[in-house]
């Protein structure tokens, strides 16, 4: 069976066979972070959902469609100003 720990020390491997091990990584840390952010969403879906949702009926009412409403847009809010002082912090780094 492979050691697949070993495959990413890799001392004696050709380069191609390094970024071939990198890009791996990389994709593995994408997939993490879309994980992570699902994760994230779902959360947020069930706070909304607590948090707006009085009882459940056939109909949505025009108070529980603003709870939802400000509750989506203070998430994408949220998300946003995350996302930008991320974005600036790597960018400050590679500098």
Do not use: Y
């Not at 990389?26 to 879309?34: C, D, N």
């Not at 706070?47 to 459940?56: A, L, N, Q």
């Amino acid at each position: 069976m492979a050691d697949f720990s070993s495959s990413f020390d890799m001392p004696s491997a050709s380069s191609s066979e390094k970024a071939e091990a990198a890009e791996l990584q990389r994709l593995i840390a994408v997939e993490q972070q879309k994980a992570q952010f699902q994760a994230q969403v779902h959360n947020f879906t069930d706070v909304c959902w607590d948090k707006c949702m009085d009882k459940p009926s056939s109909k949505m009412d025009s108070r529980t469609e603003a709870c939802l409403v400000s509750c989506v847009e203070r998430f994408i809010d949220t998300t946003l100003t995350i996302t930008n002082r991320f974005t600036q912090m790597v960018q400050k780094g590679t500098h």
